[in-house]
């Protein structure tokens, strides 16, 4: 019983000693309140993940310290809560950072806003909340610090969440009330005048986290705020490499000084009135905004003009630097300018530039994507010449874009209405056109439904239709695979029924749609076509078709059907590569892995006859290269004919990491008519012909043809053509694309930013000797990555950086060996990669404008990566070891 009486006296003790809550603020009119106030901002490496490799060094930033006076002028003679106030900013001064030993080590320093007048804010002030600010003609950094402070007089006094406008932008806010004191944290902001890009991949981006909390303490007696302490935290972590991450820290302090009667109070009907009255009296004219903080126009007065640019870093365009770090550098080097770069500007520089790169500038201006760089290109550019490879380049370029707009979509539709002769280009067109829109898509899933969107597709579609040959229909097949839209579906399904290349290009289409949107009766149509229920199926349609059942929605019924069919060896190489798929499916997938699982238990599927395969066919996925975020991986088909002929190989490269699967490159060979059986011979005969397609960050280009018939392919061997290496692809590539802005509760606006580009040089060989029945071909794919970020709190009076970049180059050498002496015919594939260095440098700079300071430090870190020769799969390495090894000459004696 004493206990129960013990914990009631207490309770009432407790919430007797809490202070009463403050119903509403109340600032008296005619009365000045005296604040103090100061806000810290530093920047630095996100130590929370650099310090797992590395230590991160001393901070840079700089702290504003001021007093201000609010002054309300004008109450309302209708509601007592409605008030004009007037704040009045007193002369702030700049502190930064500058002890090279001390983190938090700061030291004064002169700066421009010394030489500043403060003229006041109006803030519209009505029951707590700010409807609307004027002011006079100030600079737009002292606006957005007075914005800050008025932001931070909005107030609620009950626990809950809202929506609320103030520095930041439309936020929502969280309060928790206890006694005079209030917790206030805001999250989810958005900002009306400046959108952030939306990423297409996440594996190629940044992940951008912020927190913003507030403790707010109030006058009881006064119903005034008495202080205010602040904390807010920005961090940026690019996904891919997540030692490339920066970190914002902004603390601030309000604190409430004293009172007085100093001021007279104007009176007036309504607000309007009163600010008549003021901007009268002042000469002067006051300007409404919200209380969201804006930047002045873009002007950047720290780049380099054109000419200048051209002269410092144009050599790093030259074309013997593609495919290196150096290329892709220079690229990233012109891509602001030029998106800053006026269309007369544009145009000079490139009538005055040294003809050498002048294709590596216009890949620039398709990842530039303004009016004016696309107009210019589109002017530079003759799409009616014979020569279409400077088309196609820039085109490709275009159509890898991270971040395409409505305007570059219709842009390139003009260009696919102008009467192009050329049917290659405008296969390229239309796959350019419909690469757009999948990334359109793909940043946004509403614009799925856009105008623009829709109208592409029915191009396509009715287009498709008006096709009256085979060159047409795989063009249009090309482009539905590309804009991968699901509304698609029946039309590719009816394709995939037909059968042959159409039916196989048809499910590549599919496949590129996404299995999520495959239905129940899609499904049957892929255990048709995997059990060849309608002729002149594809051999590979059949394997892809298996591929999609183990990925869309599989259940033990579907795992088990397509295991038992492997004990049919009418097609031996078809059941090897399905059964290698299903190895794979294992390894990405826990749901096919249980069910295959529990299957082989069962005798009826665990047993020799499905799973001791003996063709020569084979798929695998290893490991490429792995960090601690992200693996880089490959992947290898081959299929072979039954007389040992190749049929069909592909290389694909994709990362994986945060989930996602990014496509890097694919690169298929393919070989028909070649090493036929007599059966296939007599149903389906097939013409000599061989072809490649390739895949550039997931964007899939028209197929190449080496050569169709005989005669071709003879004419290639007796002239050599293919002996030297032939460019496939030879690019700069824009990947990322990202800015962020944050605006801290003080005004002061976090930039952060992501670049990357990808510098590419694909290309290929092969000698072929008749004398020795046998061929050699080399793929060189030599790519390099340069990815650049910053994160950046600029004003006009102080500036303060850290800025990162991060890149390697490699080689990729892919050889095959071919042996057509012997029957069946021996093959050896290798992958190799030599060793390369990927660097990770990071610049810390602070300075003051019109001042001597400039504090900068560097650091640099780098990986080693050691040069690999790839283990395939076992047939090709016995293969590979019967072939390359040294052969014994017999003595003649």
């Known amino acids: 019983m004493w206990i129960t009486l013990l914990l009631i006296a207490s309770a009432i003790g407790f919430s007797q000693s809490l202070p009463a809550p403050v119903p509403s603020l109340h600032y008296e009119t005619g009365v000045t309140y005296k604040y103090s106030y100061q806000f810290t901002i530093l920047l630095n490496e996100d130590s929370n993940i650099t310090s797992r490799v590395a230590s991160i060094g001393r901070n840079v930033g700089y702290q504003v310290s001021s007093e201000f006076l609010l002054s309300p002028i004008w109450q309302s003679p209708e ?54 600010v004027y002011v006079l003609p100030d600079t ?101 490499w997540k030692q490339a991450a920066s970190f914002v820290k902004s603390k601030m302090h309000l604190s409430f000084m004293e009172q007085y009667d100093s001021h007279a109070i104007i009176k007036g009907k309504n607000v309007a009135a009163v600010l008549n009255s003021i901007a009268q009296e002042m000469g002067t004219t006051l300007k409404a905004e919200t209380l969201e903080a804006t930047v002045d126009e873009d002007i950047c007065s720290n780049c380099m003009p054109l000419n200048e640019l051209i002269k410092e870093y144009g050599g790093n365009l030259f074309p013997e630097f593609l495919g290196e770090l150096k290329s892709a550098a220079g690229f990233l080097k012109f891509l602001d300018t030029f998106r800053r770069a006026s269309k007369k500007e544009l145009l000079m520089l490139f009538k005055n530039t040294d003809k050498r790169i002048l294709t590596q500038l216009l890949d620039v ?109 795989v063009n249009h097949l090309l482009a539905l695979r ?18 042959g290349i159409l039916g196989l290009m048809a499910l590549e289409a599919m496949k590129d749609i996404g299995e999520q949107h495959f239905t129940q009766e899609i499904n049957q149509v892929l255990f048709r076509v995997y059990n060849q229920f309608w002729p002149h199926q594809e051999s590979a349609a059949r394997v892809l078709a298996a591929e ?74 290893n490991e490429l290269q792995a960090t601690y975020d992200a693996n880089v991986t490959y992947g290898i088909n081959v299929e072979m004919r039954p007389t040992g002929m190749l049929k069909r190989t592909s290389f694909d490269l994709s990362m994986l990491g945060n989930g996602e699967n990014a496509h890097l490159m694919s690169m298929s060979l393919f070989v028909e008519g070649f090493g036929l059986t007599d059966e296939e011979q007599k149903e389906n005969p097939e013409e000599h012909s061989a072809g490649m397609q390739l895949s550039i960050l997931g964007v899939h280009l028209r197929p190449y043809i080496f050569f169709t018939g005989t005669g071709e392919l003879m004419g290639l061997i007796w002239s050599g053509a293919g002996n030297n290496p032939t460019p496939a692809v030879q690019a700069n590539f824009l990947i990322i694309d990202q800015s962020h802005t944050v605006v801290l509760q003080n005004g002061i606006h976090v930039d952060l930013n992501l670049k990357g580009a990808l510098s590419a040089d694909i290309s290929g060989s092969v000698e072929v000797s008749m004398w020795n029945k046998n061929a050699h071909a080399v793929v060189k794919n030599k790519g390099s990555l340069l990815v650049n970020g910053f994160c950046r709190v600029d004003t006009s009076f102080v500036e303060s950086h850290v800025d990162f970049g991060m890149g390697g180059g490699s080689v990729l050498d892919m050889v095959v060996d071919l042996d057509f002496a012997k029957k069946p015919m021996a093959m050896c594939l290798q992958v190799e990669q030599p060793p390369f260095i990927f660097r990770h440098n990071i610049r810390k700079t602070e300075t003051i404008p019109g001042t001597q300071l400039l504090i900068k430090t560097v650091k640099r870190r780098s990986m080693y990566f050691p040069g690999k020769s790839f283990n395939l799969f076992r047939k090709n390495s016995d293969s590979c070891r019967k072939m390359l090894q040294p052969k014994k000459h017999k003595s003649f004696w």
């Open 140 to 240: 737009r950094d002292l606006i957005n610090i007075k914005k800050g402070i008025a932001s931070l007089l909005q107030l609620r006094f009950t626990d809950g969440q809202v929506k609320e406008s103030d520095v930041s932008g439309e936020c929502d806010v969280r309060y928790k009330a206890h006694g005079t004191t209030i917790k206030k944290s805001k999250y989810n902001c958005e900002r009306s005048s400046l959108k952030n890009n939306v990423a297409t991949k996440q594996l190629l981006s940044p992940t951008v986290v912020t927190s913003s909390d507030f403790f707010i303490n109030l006058n009881p007696q006064e119903n005034i705020i008495k202080t205010i302490d602040g904390r807010e935290e920005v961090r940026m972590t690019f996904n891919l």
């Open 79 to 132: 509601n007592s809560k409605e008030k004009l106030l007037k704040l009045e900013l007193m002369k702030p001064t700049l502190i930064v950072s500058s002890n090279m030993q001390s983190a938090e080590g700061v030291g004064g320093h002169w700066s421009k806003l010394d030489n500043l007048s403060y003229p006041p804010i109006y803030i519209h002030w009505n029951d707590g909340i700010a409807k609307k």
């Open 482 to 499: 590309n804009i991968a839209l699901p509304q698609n579906l029946p039309v590719l399904v009816e394709y995939v029924k037909r059968g």
């Open 548 to 621: 999609l059942l183990m990925k869309s929605h599989p259940t033990v019924e579907t795992i088990g059907e397509i295991i038992s069919s492997l004990s049919i060896q009418e097609q031996p190489e078809i059941s090897t590569l399905v059964l290698k798929k299903l190895y794979n499916s294992m390894q990405e997938s826990s749901t096919v892995r249980s069910c295959v699982t529990d299957l082989l238990k069962n005798t009826t599927f665990g047993n020799y006859y499905n799973l001791a395969q003996n063709g020569s066919s084979s798929s695998v996925i």
């Open 365 to 473: 201006l398709a990842a530039a994507q303004t009016n004016d760089a696309l107009d210019v290109a589109f002017e530079l550019i003759d799409f009616e010449s014979k020569d279409i490879d400077i088309a196609e380049r820039f085109l490709l370029c275009l159509a890898t874009s991270p971040n395409p707009s409505e305007v570059v979509i219709s842009k390139t539709l003009k260009l696919l209405n102008r009467n192009i002769k050329n049917e290659k280009l405008k296969a390229t067109i239309l796959i350019t056109l419909s690469s757009l829109v999948r990334t359109y898509c793909t940043g946004n899933t509403a614009n799925v439904n856009s105008l623009i969107v829709q109208n592409v597709n029915k191009i396509l579609m009715n287009g498709l239709q008006e096709c009256k040959d085979i060159a047409c229909i």
